[in-house]
Nanobody
Framework: HVQLVESGGGSVATGAFLTLSCVVS????????LGWFRQAPRKERELVVG????????SYADFAKGRFTISSDAAENTVYLQMNSLKPEDTAVYYC????????????????????????WGQGTQVTVSS
């Protein structure tokens, strides 16, 4: 059974930064993807960024490109999400999740598993950005 625990959320002003952490108990499947998702009030959950188990393949949502950076520390079984230049529209609960499906790379494009293909989720951490 895979367990994920997020931390690092908080309330910040526009333009500030936060670093979220997700500690992952080691999945038993050999290839997987980890994703950071977010869900704002009255909105659907959306993918922020995905990373392969090896850490060498990433895929960012358009709104995250240039502001958010995902990284991983295999020794600590931890994945980080560095979020810079935060905006009020980044306000959401942020979740990390693991999928037994890998990120597909086709023709130079990276395809993360669909949200329904992530079968282990953390409890979420709240990020609030004030204007």
């Amino acid at each position: 059974h895979v367990q994920l625990v997020e931390s690092g959320g908080g309330s910040v002003a526009t333009g500030a930064f936060l670093t979220l952490s997700c500690v992952v108990s080691r999945p038993t499947f050999t290839a997987y993807a980890l994703g950071w998702f977010r869900q704002a009030p009255r909105k659907e959950r959306e993918l922020v960024v995905g990373i392969s188990d090896s850490g060498d393949i990433t895929s960012y949502a358009d709104f995250a490109k240039g502001r958010f950076t995902i990284s991983s520390d295999a020794a600590e079984n931890t994945v980080y999400l560095q979020m810079n230049s935060l905006k009020p529209e980044d306000t959401a609960v942020y979740y990390c999740a693991v999928s037994p499906w890998p990120i597909l790379v086709t023709g130079g494009t990276h395809y993360c598993p669909r949200p329904s293909q992530y079968n282990y989720w953390g409890q979420g951490t709240q990020v609030t950005v004030s204007s």
